[in-house]
């Protein structure tokens, strides 16, 4: 038997790697929960968690919490290891995070877009086959064994107001899945941990259909919010951006099924959802206005990648991405 399994969730040691929008909330609510939770933070963020906690204002109302916070090396080795930093970030924050991890860690990436791990244990020729766009080189991969992820989506719309401070605006929703499928008592157990702490959270099928799907939303609005200023509610709501994002959604389809997944959702359940988040501005937008690069190489430049092993063209994906990535480039900048 692991030391995991005869941790009780009470006395687990618990790390929240990344102060971001995501991280906060997560923060926030399993310490609300009475869960044993640090944070792994730097600069302003950290000394903000150091004098103030975390707060986290919700449907559920304003909650402040006190956690440990600090560096990696400081925190110690955790039973339960969730990864939150912008997708682009993870690479160097894994290096950073090796003394929290024995094999006994389960890590839990809860990351935007295609995740390194799409090709692990999956059988045949495309078993553990590197997806350059995030993770070039296998370098992700050489530092967090895939025997101890468990694969994640989350339905968190959430915004960081300032370092520590942070909103969300609809419910919590996280879905989980050991990457091989198997149900197995480490993924029941740490879906019980948030869905004790307020996350509504369901343990998918198939975990890639779930990270497809979520793939799929993020990639028909994120690019397209960043180039207009949208929010979601407009950007599904508009005749114009709708039909731009219809056109990506279903270029993405034959991507999803040429590796053997499929969408969660038909497509007209998944732009009206997008359309009922109202004024929600997305991740991409919110990182575009503050100055921060932008998740495009897993959310937009890895299926592209992916599409392209499989000789499916994606033109209107191609298109919009290739304008978001001008948003962000030195051209631009210099031309503001």
């Known amino acids: 038997m692991s030391k995991f399994e005869y941790a009780t969730a009470e006395n ?3 790390c929240i790697a990344g102060a971001g929008a995501i991280g906060l909330t997560l923060a926030a609510r399993l310490a609300t929960a009475g869960f044993d939770v640090s944070v792994v933070a730097r600069g302003e963020s950290l000394e903000a ?3 103030n906690g975390i707060r986290l204002l919700g449907l559920e109302g304003d909650h402040s919490v006190k956690v440990r916070v600090g560096a990696a090396n400081e925190l110690g080795v955790q039973h339960i290891l969730f990864l939150c930093p912008k997708s682009h970030d993870l690479g160097g924050l894994a290096t950073t995070l090796l003394p929290m991890i024995t094999a006994e860690t389960v890590i839990v990436p809860v990351i935007n877009g295609v995740p390194w791990w799409m090709f692990e244990g999956i059988g045949g020729g495309w078993d553990g086959r590197a997806i350059e766009s995030v993770d070039p080189g296998g370098q992700i991969k ?3 064994p895939p025997a101890q992820i468990i694969g994640t989506t989350a339905m968190i719309t959430a915004e960081r107001l300032r370092p520590g401070l942070a909103r969300t605006r609809n419910p919590l929703h996280m879905t ?4 091989d499928d198997r149900h197995t008592r480490r993924l029941a157990e740490v879906e019980g941990i948030l869905n004790k702490s307020g996350i509504v959270t369901r343990i998918a099928p198939r975990i890639r259909d779930a990270v497809w ?3 799929a939303r993020n990639m028909i609005s994120n690019p397209v919010t960043a180039i207009t200023g949208a929010t979601l509610g407009q950007n599904f709501g508009s005749p114009y951006l709708a039909d731009v994002s219809y056109q990506m959604l279903m270029e993405i389809i034959p991507v999803i099924e040429a590796y053997g997944s499929k969408l969660e959702l038909d497509p007209p359940t998944i732009i009206s959802s997008g359309r009922n988040l109202g004024d929600v501005r997305t991740s991409m937008l919110q990182d575009l206005e503050k100055g921060h690069r932008l998740e495009l190489a897993s959310i937009c430049d890895a299926v592209l990648e992916l599409a392209r092993l499989r000789n499916i063209q994606m033109p209107v994906t191609a298109a919009i991405t290739a304008l978001a990535h001008f948003l962000e480039s ?3 900048i210099a031309a503001a």
């Open 12 to 14: 687990r040691r618990i």
């Open 49 to 51: 968690i150091k004098q």
């Open 142 to 144: 050489s530092m967090l």
């Open 176 to 179: 989980l899945g050991e990457l």
């Open 213 to 215: 799907t979520k793939v």
């Open 330 to 332: 030195d051209e631009r």
